[in-house]
T-cell receptor, first 112, second 112 residues
Framework: SQELEQSPQSLIVQEGKNLTINCTSS?????LYWYKQKYGEGLIFLMM?????EEKSHEKITAKLDEKKQQSSLHITASQPSHAGIYLC????????????FGKGITLSVRP | DADVTQTPRNRITKTGKRIMLECSQTKGHDRMYWYRQDPGLGLRLIYYSFDVKDINKGEISDGYSVSRQAQAKFSLSLESAIPNQTALYFCATSRANTGELFFGEGSRLTVL
């Protein structure tokens, strides 16, 4: 069974619309990392969350980690075509900030 | 120049052939990783190394081997390639005690 589930699997939004994607863990996280991938390219680090209830923002992207540290959401405000890509969450289950377990990813398309 | 460089970027080979994928980094990080990405399965860890003398198996190491030739170089070998090893392979690096990974641009391997 998959320890880390991402939803929805894919998403198509109109440019300018807000959207939220989710990452749910079957067990408590020590840390949760969000990455973005352009098709066929490497992953780019977005944000890292470690504390229950933590929220971080960068430009128009906001990520939150729930109090139980088992679910994270990533919210994009006023989406743009540049936001299109695959969003992956990575979980640190050991507390050593070492190897991450990744979800399957969410494909986001933004229509101009 | 890219901080994490993978060669080759694309490779087509036949079943039974030996293949080596190479990764070099200029970030000065001790930790290096090899992941593979498959549609619908996400990113899975093959091997990781926390320093030159440290090599660890990931969740899908069968059929693969690695060599850490220097702090900056980490190679992945397929001794006898098989079609289900067709995938996009990523090398990544990180500093100690952080899950912030820096990825190469990927090596697309096709085994016929």
């Amino acid at each position: 069974s998959q320890e880390l589930e991402q939803s929805p699997q894919s998403l198509i939004v109109q440019e300018g619309k807000n959207l939220t994607i989710n990452c749910t863990s079957s067990k408590t996280l020590y840390g949760l990392y969000w990455y973005k991938q352009k098709y066929g390219e490497g992953l780019i680090f977005l944000m890292m969350l470690q504390k229950g209830g933590e929220e971080k923002s960068h430009e128009k992207i906001t990520a939150k980690l729930d109090e139980k540290k088992q679910q994270s959401s990533l919210h994009i405000t006023a989406s743009q075509p540049s936001h299109a890509g695959i969003y992956l969450c990575g979980a640190d289950y050991t507390g050593a900030n070492s190897k991450l377990t990744f979800g399957k990813g969410i494909t986001l398309s933004v229509r101009p | 120049d890219a901080d994490v460089t993978q060669t080759p970027r694309n490779r087509i080979t036949k079943t039974g052939k030996r293949i080596m994928l190479e990764c070099s980094q200029t970030k000065g990080h001790d930790r290096m990783y090899w992941y593979r990405q498959d549609p619908g399965l996400g990113l899975r860890l093959i091997y990781y190394s926390f320093d030159v003398k440290d090599i660890n198996k990931g969740e899908i190491s069968d059929g693969y081997s690695v060599s850490r030739q220097a702090q900056a170089k980490f190679s992945l070998s397929l001794e006898s390639a098989i079609p289900n090893q067709t995938a996009l392979y990523f090398c990544a690096t990180s500093r100690a005690n952080t899950g912030e990974l820096f990825f190469g641009e990927g090596s697309r391997l096709t085994v016929l």
